[in-house]
């Protein structure tokens, strides 16, 4: 029973928070109306926000009648965290407002570091940021960290991870208590799928798909706003369907799964062993990237393009099942391969057009991400989702 007293306090509290936020400044009275809770809950939960320094009071509202309202709004541009991503090369480092503005960004080399140097450096770096001289009157509030791989954000562990030694590692345990701050992580493209609903792409959908292509492929769902990660906390691993019954054999074990077809190394490796056979294309020999291939691609280069459209159809038949299963509103690509834009997305949209369901196509929008994958702003989402579940709000002290 008291347990689901408290779940309801976090949620009311998470409810009138985000009312303050989107309709600020606003008074105590319009928050009840538009948040449809009690008065007496209003000022008790305002109060307790006010206290923790979430929110502040501005300006009277002008009377009309009796006494003056005061407006409350966010106290965002006052509050920091520190947003991280772990990435393949680079440890990347921001430290954020809760309006969203980056404020000092830091990128470490990590190639070559195992898993217990990656821990010790990870722990260095944050020290580094909360005892900055500049920064001591910049407290950080709140930390929240993004890798790829198997994800428990609930327990704060990491499941597994391809890059590093983790299994089952109790990574926010370790931050915790070594800072003593809320600390947060969660699956990269998950994350990043959230940043977009939040600040990009598909803020204006309640049901999107994130489809990343990188090192490998992956997906972040959102279903009526809220990420889609299941029991386990990891749904949406479409890089491990399997593609082509007769491909190469998976880091997973399994054979022809959607990443040994389309990732940019598997494009790059194609393009490679093309030039090698003598296959015509502008591209320089000696002077090959993946963004060269995309943009070869974009400025239509035969061999390019025909690489590409190949990958595109694996990755296509896989975005029509997503559709036929999610019906979402709109699917979002991201990761370098939107250069060869042209080629990608109308190979991509022939897929659907065959594929998925008629009425499931008819509102349905193909587009490039907008946010960089590559930015700790998938991390700071999480920050904003516990915020706006009350995770952080009954733990945030400024």
Do not use: W
Not at 10 to 21: D, L
Not at 207 to 223: A, E, N, P
Request: proline share 4%; hydrophobic share 40%; with cysteine.
């Amino acid at each position: 029973m008291i347990a689901n007293i408290d779940h309801i306090k976090q949620a009311n509290s998470a409810t009138i928070y985000k009312v303050i936020e989107k309709h600020a400044p606003i008074s105590r009275v319009k928050i009840a109306k538009v948040s449809k809770l009690a008065p007496a809950s209003v000022t008790k939960i305002t109060r307790q926000l006010l206290e923790s320094g979430i929110i502040s009071e501005t300006a009277r509202q002008a009377s009309t009648g009796g006494r003056c309202a005061i407006s409350l709004a966010p106290n965002s541009a006052s509050i920091y965290v520190l947003a991280i991503k772990i990435g393949q090369k680079l440890l990347s480092l921001s430290r954020y407002n809760l309006a969203g503005e980056q404020l000092s960004n830091k990128q470490v080399n990590i190639q070559g570091e195992d898993g217990e140097q990656l821990i010790e450096l990870l722990i260095s770096e944050i020290a580094h940021f909360i005892n900055n001289e500049q920064q001591k009157t910049d407290k950080i509030s709140a930390i929240s960290i993004t890798l790829s791989g198997l994800i428990n954000p609930k327990q704060g562990r990491v499941v597994y991870t391809p890059l590093y030694s983790f299994k089952d590692y109790p990574l926010v345990e370790i931050i915790e208590q070594r800072f003593n701050l809320p600390t947060f992580i969660g699956n990269h493209t998950r994350s990043l799928a959230l940043a977009e609903h939040y600040f990009g792409a598909t803020n204006n959908c309640a049901d999107s798909i994130l489809v990343t292509i990188h090192h490998g492929v992956g997906s972040g769902i959102i279903i009526q706003g809220k990420a889609l990660l299941g029991q386990n906390f990891n749904i949406g691993e479409i890089g491990h369907i399997q593609a082509n019954p007769a491909g190469k054999q998976c880091h997973c074990g399994n054979f022809g799964c959607l990443e040994t077809e389309v990732s940019d190394k598997v494009i790059f490796d194609k393009v490679e062993s093309a030039i090698k056979q003598g296959c015509f294309t502008q591209l320089d020999p000696q002077d090959i990237t993946v963004d060269s291939i995309y943009q070869a691609a974009a400025a239509n280069d035969p061999l390019c393009q025909k690489i590409i459209e190949d990958a595109a159809v694996y990755l296509g038949k896989t975005i029509a099942i997503l559709i036929n299963l999610l019906n979402p509103q709109k699917i979002i690509i991201a990761g370098k391969i939107t250069q060869a834009e042209n080629s990608l997305f109308s190979t991509i949209n022939q897929c659907i057009t065959h594929q998925a369901l008629p009425d499931f196509q008819k509102e349905l929008k193909i587009e490039p991400a907008q946010l960089n994958p590559n930015s700790t702003v998938a991390a700071f989402a999480l920050i904003k989702q516990a915020l706006y579940e009350g995770d952080l709000l009954q733990k945030i002290k400024i």
